[in-house]
């Protein structure tokens, strides 16, 4: 970490504070952290535009990637497995933006969740009712909510030896369990080959004797390989997606399922969703910065459709 830090230029003694969840660069002389769900400005300044740039750019190195003029845009894993986004002018119109996210040393648990107050007792007993039943479960939120901090502590709840293949974007779950496969996609190199995408990672693991399936976050065509794959016979898989509510968490499922590719009519997906995703656990955040478990609602069959049902309202 010490290495990383030293890379960060002014932001290395905020990269050195675990008390701090993210780090949020919107200019020189403007940084924002985030502690205890909170945003709270810094005095942290760079000396100047170049400056930041030049640590922006070191930044997203040290995670073996590239960023210039021709690709302005970057969203990588650091080494210490924070996420780092970066954007540079002009698409950044105010000097380069940097957003870290950051990742404890040590992940928080589910006993953890439940000891500070993220999900009730009631709650957690269903949630591990899920998994000792291999239910195919959905985990939605809006951003900062848990989602990915809930996802891997759900692992810590699976059997030993269970293999578990997890697919990511960017890496960034710690999984709590021991029989493990990461698989994280790759961006095109700067001639424009060698992509691999979510969707084709999917596709792999499903060749990899996986027990458990679990998909970092669904943002666009893989959701219809993911639910394929709840189909037949990946039971007990999970994943993240990004919604307002457990319903629109199934829409939007939907929607990206239709984005495959694939000439699947829309009533087919809606019927392939109604039998593969068995729950959706939504989280939520709160204006003091709290994350919880808001609500757990079954997916039920209703025809050709899906419809929710939550037993504990």
Same mark, same amino acid.
């Given at each position: ?33 985030? !502690? ?33 003029? /021709? ?33 404890? /040393? ?12 993220? @999900? ?44 578990? !293949? ?21 961006? /095109? ?72 590719? !694939?000439?699947?009519?829309?009533? /087919? ?26 609500? @757990?609602?079954? !997916? ?14």
């Amino acid at each position: 970490m010490a290495s990383l830090a030293s890379l960060a230029g002014p932001l290395a003694g905020l990269l050195l504070d675990p008390t701090i969840g993210e780090v949020v660069v919107n200019g020189p002389y403007d940084v924002w952290v985030e !502690v205890d769900g909170r945003m709270r400005r810094v005095d942290t300044r760079f000396r100047d535009a170049l400056e930041l740039r030049q640590t922006a750019v070191r930044l997203v190195a040290a995670c073996g990637r590239r960023i210039d003029d /021709a690709t302005p845009m970057v969203d990588a894993r650091l080494p210490d497995g924070s996420r780092v986004n970066v954007v540079l002018p002009p698409i950044a119109v105010d000097g380069a933006l940097i957003t870290i996210r950051r990742f404890g /040393a040590s992940p928080l648990r589910f006993d953890d969740l439940i000891a500070r107050g993220a @999900i009730s007792s009631d709650d957690a007993l269903r949630i591990r009712g899920f998994v000792d039943d291999r239910r195919n479960v959905l985990i939605s939120g809006g951003t900062a909510t848990g989602k990915t901090t809930l996802l891997g502590a759900i692992t810590g709840l699976m059997p030993s030896y269970e293999r578990l !293949v997890s697919v990511e974007d960017a890496a960034e779950l710690v999984m709590q369990t021991t029989n493990v496969a990461r698989l994280e996609a790759r961006p /095109a190199n700067v001639e424009g080959r060698g992509a691999i995408d979510v969707r084709q990672l999917i596709r792999n693991a499903l060749r990899m004797r996986p027990d458990r399936l679990v998909v970092g976050e669904i943002r666009g065509g893989e959701a219809l390989d993911l639910v394929l794959a709840m189909n037949t016979g990946h039971d007990g898989s999970l994943a993240t997606i990004h919604a307002n509510g457990p319903g629109d968490a199934l829409r939007r499922l939907e929607t990206m399922a239709l984005m495959g590719g !694939v000439d699947i009519p829309h009533a /087919a997906i809606r019927e392939q969703i109604a039998s593969a995703v068995h729950a959706v656990i939504h989280l939520v955040r709160t204006a003091d910065g709290t994350r919880r478990v808001a609500s @757990i609602d079954c !997916v039920e069959r209703d025809g050709e459709r899906w419809r929710l049902s939550n037993p504990e309202s």
